[in-house]
């Protein structure tokens, strides 16, 4: 189950992310959609980094079924730069955010693993026809 917070103005397409949520996870998560001085208190509190980000994740460690798997917070500021500036939608962007976010939240780590991350994120998007992800245009650049 997907319970999306959108404190935000963006009109998101809540169907494509329960869709991508409920294909890699049975598990509860929370999303939270926001603008960057509430990601960036997040990034300063929980990772001492004072400055806004586009995606966090907050695992859940756990092994019981019934725990949710998760939290995620998206900036939409991130969401509409990006957005504008790759040319794609809104909602793409945010796809790609939460699949990036979900994935950290189901243990993949791309600035650890052997690219398990890159090449999972990718099958991802070619499943929901998305445009380029963040790993995949980091690399490129």
Known sequence: MLNIENLTTLNINQTRLETISNMLSSREIDLTICYNPTIQQYNCDYRGKNQPTDVLSFPITGEFEQMPLGSIVISADFIAEK??????????????????????????????DSGEMRSKEEALIKKFNLPNSLIVRTEKN
């Open 83 to 112: 957005a504008h500036l790759l040319n794609h939608s809104l909602n793409d962007e945010l796809s790609l955010l939460f699949i990036h976010g979900l994935l950290h939240l189901l243990g993949y780590d791309h600035e650890r």
